[in-house]
């Protein structure tokens, strides 16, 4: 594609969005917003237009977007060596001061490098000069392990982005030059410059440590910054509006940050802690400005019923025409006015997460309903007349038998069955649609130094299921193959060494397999390896904010099958078990 071609392309793309910011260049800090995936994907990404919003508050920035370019036009531009220009003013990436990478799912990884290629800089941060734009490299996969890009990064901000941006931007504005820079913001809470830190080997290849080099002034650990408060913040949500996109009439705001369940195997309810909820007045004006532009509302959280105010916030979004989308339900939060109330606002579908089909393993994973209370919970949800239902479940978990399977079958057969009785009194059938993944240990969680579960075992769980689940009317599994999960588990365990695999899976068109075996690293060391006794992981450069002992503490309760009630459940049960470190 021609760099002419380009440019219509993307003043095309812009005059189909409504909210977008333009500024002069001249005298201010220049910064190019990337979203290492396509457009279509990217501006459903409520963390990215959120950054965006963030930097376009200071006058003395401007930020623009930059996204993957679609596969077609992709392979033109790298044929032809098209340079990738910014969406606002069609400038070439290379130009800005800063490349900010927002990256939120590990497969995005090799689209980092393709993009670095894109605007001809090179890959390693070890390569480039003061010539070159900082590259900074944030969003959610840093709150969990950010050693596989670590040698890509000039800086990785780690945390979340009311407190990060502001930081850059003053660091950015006060220092002489890279140097300079990067020496005042190893200094700052949440930032990590991966060139200030030299990785320490045992004789056997385990990663004893990451050691600050003299003079650098980079602390021993780096803390996440996180915001201390949320009542008097604007919560994160759609600002910029365009039919191009995923969810591209839905209106996306974050209701409450954190979830005090804390099960085991979430990364998301450890790092996000403590649970805060951004103010219910600024949500429903938010909401009601943005109505011109979308009918649905995508209500954004991990624990959405844990807001004080969630059923005014669910009533006025009601009265203003709103369709409500809401993330998946917290189970043992969902009342009869909130189900009614999705209801009336035209949803026809929920999603919950028992995860397993057992109450014995439920207490493993510190999932703190049971099967009873599941199948009640599925009993108001079609009662109240929505008709669908979708359910998430993992397999591969510690301590799994075939009865936890089966379990899995018979308690989807008793919410069908519920399905069933209410859908027969309406003369409509809905569907009930199960997706199952194999589990992935995930840094900073109480199953961290988990293995994964050998493919062999997975791959008879995945057969087993499927006969179990087999030719049920109205019922419909989706279950992931475990060698989806082997790679995704590669990519968030491993330390700087899996960056050698992520270059190769990058120019060989991500062939993970291949590229594993090109660059002759033992991936089953990472995947399958019992970290339950090493002295460090690679991750533990980034501290969340949860001790160590905690995560020991709660490891240990998961195989013994205990729970560690959350204080709303603790009360309900006449006790009160503290889950905070």
């Given amino acids: 594609m021609k760099s002419s071609d380009l440019r219509e392309r993307l003043r095309q793309v812009l005059s189909r969005e ?10 201010r800090l220049k910064v ?44 033109g531009m790298l044929a032809r060596g098209t340079r990738l220009l910014s969406l606002e003013s069609q400038t070439p990436l290379r130009d800005f001061d800063v490349i900010a990478f927002s990256v939120s799912f590990e497969w995005d990884y090799t689209n980092v490098l393709t993009i670095l290629r894109l605007v001809d800089i090179p890959l390693y941060a070890a390569e480039r000069s003061g010539r070159h734009p900082l590259v900074v490299i944030g969003g959610a996969v840093t709150f969990v392990n950010p050693e596989p ?66 003079g650098t002034g980079a602390p021993p650990v780096v803390h996440k910054a996180a915001l201390a408060r949320t009542d008097a913040a604007d919560p994160p949500s759609t600002s910029i509006f365009t039919p191009d996109t995923e969810f591209g009439a839905r209106f996306l705001v974050e209701v409450v940050r954190g979830c005090a369940n804390l099960c085991r195997f979430c990364w998301a309810g450890y790092n996000y802690l403590p649970v805060r909820a951004f103010p219910a007045p600024r949500i429903l004006e938010l909401a009601e400005a943005a ?6 509302v995508g209500l954004v959280s991990i624990a ?10 669910l009533r006025r979004l009601v009265d203003v025409g709103y369709s409500i989308s809401p993330a998946s339900l917290r189970l043992d939060d969902l009342t009869p006015t909130i189900v009614g109330l999705l209801r009336e606002s035209g949803e026809r579908s929920i999603t919950i997460a028992p995860e397993t089909g057992s109450d014995r393993l439920r207490r493993v994973i510190n999932k703190t309903v049971t099967n009873d209370e599941i199948v009640e919970k599925a009993d108001l949800i079609f009662a109240s007349g929505i008709e669908n239902l979708k359910l998430y479940y993992m397999i591969g978990l510690p301590t799994e038998t075939d ?15 519920r399905m069933i009785e209410h859908g027969r009194r309406r003369g409509r059938l809905g569907r009930i649609v199960g997706s199952v993944n194999p589990m992935v240990p995930k840094p900073g969680t109480a199953f961290q130094w988990l293995p994964m579960e050998s493919p062999a075992s997975l791959d008879r769980k995945i057969k087993r299921l ?69 002295r460090y992981l690679p991750w533990n450069i980034i501290d969340g904010g949860v001790k160590e002992s905690f995560f020991r503490a709660e490891y240990d309760k998961g195989l013994r099958g205990e729970w560690t009630l959350p204080p709303k459940r603790a009360r309900e049960n006449e006790q009160f078990i503290p889950v905070l470190p």
């Fill in 149 to 214: 890009l670590a040698p890509f990064a000039d800086v990785v901000a780690a945390g979340e982005g009311e407190v990060l941006v502001p930081a850059l931007i003053a660091a950015l504005e006060a220092a002489t030059d890279r140097d300079a820079v990067l020496r005042h913001l190893a200094g700052q809470r949440g930032f990590y410059i991966p060139s200030f830190y030299e990785p320490r080997h045992a004789h056997d290849g385990r990663l004893e440590g990451l050691e600050a080099r003299p």
């Fill in 18 to 27: 409504v909210g977008y910011v333009r500024k002069t260049h001249a005298g």
């Fill in 304 to 313: 959405l019923c844990d807001h004080p105010a969630i059923e005014e916030i």
């Fill in 32 to 75: 190019a917003l990337v979203f290492p995936n396509t457009y279509f994907v990217g501006m459903s990404n409520l963390g990215l237009q959120t950054v965006y919003r963030l930097f376009n508050q200071a006058d003395d920035v401007v930020c623009e977007r930059a996204f993957l370019p679609p596969k077609q036009e992709l392979a």
């Fill in 291 to 296: 109505r011109p532009h979308a009918s649905r």
């Fill in 403 to 417: 009865d936890d399977l089966v379990g899995i079958r018979d308690l989807t057969l008793a919410m069908r069955e």
């Fill in 466 to 534: 499927r006969s179990l689940v087999a030719g049920i009317d109205n019922v419909y599994f989706n279950i992931k193959s475990e060698r989806h999960a082997y790679f995704q588990a590669l990519l968030s365990l491993g330390d700087r060494r899996v960056a050698r695999v992520i270059e190769a899976a990058e120019r060989n068109g991500n062939n993970w397999r291949a590229a594993v075996a090109d660059v002759g690293f033992d991936a089953d060391a990472v995947v399958y390896r019992d970290r339950s006794h090493d």
